[in-house]
C-alpha cells in the first residue's frame, strides 16, 4: 500500500460518520423487554445503509444500573441482560465483514461501589486496593466543592462505614473515582483497553477525561492535570494497535486544547468540540453567529493527526456552562422556556427535534451545520428520524428511550407486552408517527434527507482532512465556511435567520475561470458578479454546499 494511502487508512476517524447508540435501547432480540447485541446485530444492515461508519457503544459491561451503565462493576465482561462475550465478538466480527469499526465507551474516572476492587478496598485497609481509590480520614472543608450534578449531587466526598473513611467522588456517590495517580491503576486501565481491543474494537470514547487525569485527594485545592498520561494511553495503542483512538470527552477552554491533543498530536487523537456545540445552539436561538464564528477562530488551531468530534445532541445535558448567563439564558428561552426541561443549573436535558418544534426546516439547518463543521460528525440513534422525548422521566433518562422502528407495538423495539424501558407513544413524537419503517417508504422523509446527507459528506473529505477559513458575507446571520484540501475547495452557506435573504460574499479563489460555485445538492449553481463578489439568495434556515471552481466535480475527486 503506498505510504499516502496507509497514512489516510491509520487516520480514519478523519473521514468518519460516528453513531452512538445504548445497546439496551436499540432494539431487543430475545423478547425480555432489553435491547441485546443480537438485536443489535439485526440492524447492522440498516447502519450500514445509512452511511455510518463507525458505532460508538455506550456502557454494556456488567453494571447495578444506577447511572445508566455508567457505573461499571466488571471492566472485563458483557451485562447478562445484554448478551454474553461471544454475542459481543460476534457483533465486531460482523461490523468488519461491512467495512463498520467500533468504539466503546471507557469509563475508568470511577467504579461502581459494587464493583470488588472497591469492596476489598472498604472492607480491607491493608488490601492492594484501598490505595485504587482515594480516601480522607476526616470530611475535607471543600467537599461540597465541584460538584458535577447541582440539585441532585450533595457533595464530592462520603463517609464510609465500613472503611471508617471519608471517600472521593466527583458524580454519583455510589461512583467512587479512582486513584489515577497509582501507577497499579494506570496498568490496569491499559489492561482493559487492550482487552476489548483484542475483541475487535478499534476506539475509546473516554469518559470524563479532565477528572480522569486530574490530582485527587483531600489535600487537592486546585487540581492540576497530569497530561503526560494522555501520553502514556496514546502509546500503548499504538504499540497495540496502530490505528486505535480514543476520542475524549472534555469540556476544556480552548487555551487548553493543545495540551489534550499534544503539540506534535503525541496525545489524543480526538476530542469533542463542546465550545463549538454551545455557541452553535446560540446560534441557533438567535441568528447571531458572531460567537461561533469566534468559537471556530479559536479551536482551529491542532496538530494535523488530530481531530475535533462535532455533534448537537448526546445522551448527556445540553451543556451551556461555557456560554454568557445572558447567552444561556437565550438559549433556555428559545429551547427550554420550562423548569422541567432544564438540568444541573447549567443545561437542557431535551432531545433536538422537539427544542426546535420539530421544524424540518431547521432540523435540516442543524445537522447540514454539523456536517459542515471542521471534524468528524457524531450521530446519536434516533436522530435519524427526529426521535424525540419523554419529559416525565428523571434527570437525563427523558433522552435515552427506545429506539422507534415501526408502528408496531413498543415501536418494533420489543416483543415484551410491559418492558422496563418503554417507548414514547402518542403526540407529535410518538412511535405512531416518528419511526424508521414509515420514514423508509417516503422517500421525501427525514431519515432519506440524512441519509443523501451522509453520503455526501463522505464525498467531501474537503471538510475532514482540510484546512478553513470563516468567510467575511454581508449579513451577520450566515455563516459561510470555506474548506480546502490537496488543491480542492468545498464553500458551505447556513442562514441562521427565519427570513429569506439574499447573501454576498467572496468565494477566495483568486484563479481567474475558477470562482464557479457548483452546487453539490441541486442544480442552482452560482456565478460570480462584476465585482468579483457572489450573491446566492437563501430561504428562511436555509443552506447551501458549493464546490469551488470551474472544473468539473468528478475530475476534481480524480486528484484526491
Not at 480526538?270 to 477562530?297: I, S
Not at 451551556?320 to 444541573?344: H, I, K, N, S
Not at 484546512?467 to 442562514?495: G, I, K, M, P, Y
Not at 460570480?528 to 476534481?556: C, I
Request: hydrophobic share 35%.
Amino acid at each position: 500500500m503506498p505510504l499516502k494511502d496507509r497514512m489516510l487508512n491509520d487516520l480514519w476517524y478523519k473521514n468518519a460518520i460516528v453513531y452512538c447508540l445504548s445497546v439496551g435501547t436499540f432494539m431487543d432480540a430475545n423478547g425480555d423487554g432489553v435491547g441485546d447485541f443480537q438485536g443489535l446485530l439485526r440492524r447492522l444492515d440498516y447502519l450500514q445503509g445509512l452511511g455510518v461508519t463507525t458505532i460508538w457503544l455506550m456502557p454494556f459491561q456488567p453494571s447495578p444500573g444506577r447511572d445508566n451503565g455508567y457505573d461499571i462493576s466488571d471492566y472485563y465482561n458483557v451485562d447478562p441482560k445484554y448478551g454474553t462475550l461471544g454475542d459481543f465478538s460476534e457483533f465486531t466480527h460482523a461490523c468488519r465483514e461491512r467495512g463498520l469499526r467500533v468504539m466503546i465507551d471507557l469509563v475508568v474516572n470511577h467504579t461502581s461501589d459494587q464493583h470488588p476492587w472497591f469492596r476489598e478496598a472498604r472492607s480491607d485497609p491493608d488490601s492492594q486496593y484501598r490505595d485504587w481509590y482515594v480516601w480522607s480520614d476526616k470530611q475535607p472543608p471543600n467537599a461540597k466543592d465541584g460538584v458535577v450534578f447541582p440539585g441532585v449531587q450533595k457533595s464530592t466526598w462520603t463517609f464510609d462505614k465500613q472503611a471508617k473513611r471519608w471517600y472521593f467522588h466527583r458524580f454519583y456517590e455510589f461512583q467512587p473515582d479512582l486513584n489515577t495517580a497509582n501507577p497499579y491503576v494506570r496498568a490496569e486501565l491499559l489492561k482493559i483497553m487492550g482487552f476489548w481491543i483484542q475483541l475487535g474494537v478499534s476506539g475509546f470514547r473516554m469518559d470524563a477525561v479532565p477528572f480522569v487525569i486530574a490530582t485527587k485527594g483531600p489535600k487537592v485545592r486546585e487540581p492540576v492535570e497530569q497530561y503526560d498520561m494522555l501520553r502514556e494511553f496514546r502509546e500503548f495503542l499504538q504499540w497495540r494497535q496502530g490505528d486505535a483512538i480514543i476520542l475524549a470527552e472534555a469540556n476544556v477552554l480552548p487555551d487548553t486544547d493543545l495540551e489534550y491533543f499534544g503539540d506534535e498530536g503525541e496525545r489524543l487523537q480526538m476530542m469533542f468540540n463542546f465550545q463549538l456545540n454551545q455557541n452553535t445552539f446560540y446560534a441557533l436561538a438567535t441568528g447571531d453567529t458572531a460567537p461561533l464564528k469566534k468559537a471556530l477562530t479559536a479551536t482551529r488551531p491542532r496538530p494535523a493527526t488530530a481531530q475535533w468530534g462535532v455533534f448537537l445532541r448526546n445522551h448527556d445535558e445540553l451543556d451551556l456552562g461555557r456560554l454568557t448567563p445572558e447567552q444561556r439564558e437565550a438559549v433556555f428561552a428559545a429551547f427550554a422556556p420550562e423548569p422541567d426541561m432544564q438540568l444541573y443549573e447549567r443545561g437542557i436535558r431535551r432531545r433536538l427535534a422537539p427544542m426546535l418544534a420539530g421544524d424540518r426546516r431547521r432540523l435540516e439547518l442543524a445537522y447540514s451545520l454539523m456536517l459542515t463543521l471542521p471534524g468528524t460528525p457524531v450521530f446519536r440513534y434516533g436522530d435519524e428520524i427526529g426521535m424525540g422525548d419523554d419529559l416525565r422521566l428523571p434527570e437525563r433518562e427523558c433522552a435515552r428511550t427506545p429506539m422507534q422502528w415501526s408502528t408496531e407495538p413498543e415501536g418494533g423495539f420489543t416483543k415484551h407486552a410491559k418492558p422496563p424501558c418503554r417507548v414514547i407513544t402518542g403526540g407529535a413524537y410518538g412511535f405512531e408517527r416518528v419511526n424508521v419503517a414509515s420514514q423508509r417508504r417516503d422517500p421525501n422523509s427525514f431519515l432519506n434527507w440524512m441519509e443523501r446527507m451522509i453520503r455526501m459528506r463522505r464525498e467531501v473529505p474537503e471538510i475532514s482532512w482540510g484546512d478553513f477559513d470563516v468567510l467575511r458575507t454581508s449579513r451577520s446571520d450566515v455563516l459561510a465556511l470555506r474548506f480546502d484540501w490537496r488543491n480542492n475547495s468545498v464553500l458551505c452557506l447556513h442562514n441562521f435567520g427565519a427570513e429569506a435573504c439574499t447573501v454576498k460574499f467572496r468565494s477566495g479563489c483568486n484563479e481567474p475561470g475558477q470562482n464557479r460555485l457548483i452546487n453539490l445538492l441541486s442544480d442552482e449553481h452560482s456565478e460570480e458578479q462584476d465585482d468579483g463578489r457572489h450573491a446566492v439568495v437563501l430561504e428562511p434556515y436555509g443552506y447551501r454546499w458549493y464546490r469551488v471552481g470551474g472544473l468539473d466535480y468528478l475530475l476534481r475527486r480524480s486528484e484526491i
